[in-house]
């Protein structure tokens, strides 16, 4: 009968590193049979004990992410007494950080938890920047962190999508001469706007391109150059009324432009507050 190993993961706080490194390292041994045992928001002493009298009796690990001090000294004193095999997983990385940064660690359970908060911004700004892309829901612009605005391929969408990775709420805005700007886009703050311009033979090149990728005639008014220079004549006028700040993307990748716009939004060029 095969032997089962028994694998407790115990934290101050979530305990979400310790258990996805466990998982990791288990799976490296599939021909071993193992149970989990969580123990999150450890915060006592009899806590401790409850883990320890569990493992003590059965072929067991402790992995743990304690970051407090007195439980921490007090789990490593309890598995040593009870040869239980123990391994504080943040240790070793801790005090390396401290030797290279010449300082002390502050010691504070939940940090990851609270990252955890960037990840779910990120989420919510990538809901928005779908919601918000190319005009079609204008109702909570205004809330949005930046408002692109250009002519068809001007990179509008996937630099919505890449600011929204970044935790940023975009939206944006197509300016087209047949259909007159929402009125929205006068009333946002200036600090929010960018115009997108491109220059001709870029925006011809892109537009062409489009068109072999779908398998359409190359005669389409879309890749026509007197209605590209039509769009970008239109499009200047538009951004000038706004008198927001303008990027040529022409030969930029959307990484460059973001940067750029970043740097543009700020003073210190740290990107939006």
């Given at each position: 009968?095969?032997?089962?190993?028994?694998?407790?993961?115990?934290?101050?706080?979530?305990?979400?590193?310790?258990?996805?490194?466990?998982?990791?390292?288990?799976?490296?041994?599939p021909q071993q049979q193992t149970v989990f045992h969580r123990y999150p928001?450890?915060?006592?002493?009899?806590?401790?004990?409850?883990?320890?009298?569990?493992?003590?009796?059965?072929?067991?690990l402790i992995v743990f992410t304690v970051i407090v001090p007195e439980l921490k000294e007090y789990l490593l004193q309890q598995t040593e007494h009870y040869g239980i095999e123990a391994v504080d997983v943040m240790a070793p990385?801790?005090?390396?950080?401290?030797?290279?940064?010449?300082?002390?660690?502050?010691?504070?359970?939940?940090?990851?938890?609270?990252?955890?908060?960037?990840?779910?911004?990120?989420?919510?700004?990538?809901?928005?920047?779908?919601?918000?892309?190319?005009?079609?829901?204008?109702?909570?612009?205004?809330n949005a962190d930046i408002v692109?605005?250009?002519?068809?391929?001007?990179?509008?969408?996937p630099l919505s999508m890449y600011l929204a990775n970044k935790g940023y709420y975009a939206a944006n805005i197509p300016i087209i001469p047949e259909v007159?700007?929402?009125?929205?886009?006068?009333?946002?703050?200036?600090?929010?706007m960018i115009g997108l311009m491109i220059s001709p033979e870029k925006l011809l090149d892109i537009r062409r391109e489009r068109l072999r990728a779908l398998g359409l005639k190359q005669d389409s008014s879309y890749a026509d150059r007197k209605r590209i220079l039509a769009?970008?004549?239109?499009?200047a006028d538009v951004l000038n009324q706004?008198?927001?700040?303008?990027?040529?993307?022409?030969?930029?990748?959307?990484?460059?432009?973001?940067?750029?716009?970043?740097?543009?939004m700020?003073?210190?060029g740290g990107g939006i507050v």
């Open positions: 009968m095969n032997k089962t190993y028994h694998l407790f993961i115990v934290s101050d706080s979530v305990g979400e590193t310790a258990h996805h490194l466990v998982q990791a390292v288990s799976g490296q041994f928001y450890m915060k006592r002493l009899e806590e401790i004990d409850r883990v320890i009298a569990e493992a003590k009796d059965v072929p067991s990385l801790m005090n390396s950080f401290g030797k290279v940064f010449d300082t002390s660690p502050k010691l504070e359970p939940g940090y990851i938890r609270r990252l955890g908060d960037d990840y779910f911004r990120r989420i919510a700004a990538i809901e928005f920047a779908v919601k918000y892309d190319d005009a079609q829901e204008m109702s909570g612009i205004h692109l605005a250009g002519v068809s391929r001007t990179s509008k969408t007159p700007p929402p009125k929205d886009i006068f009333s946002i703050p200036k600090e929010k769009e970008l004549d239109f499009a706004i008198g927001c700040p303008v990027i040529d993307v022409s030969n930029k990748a959307v990484e460059e432009t973001a940067q750029d716009l970043l740097e543009r700020t003073p210190t």
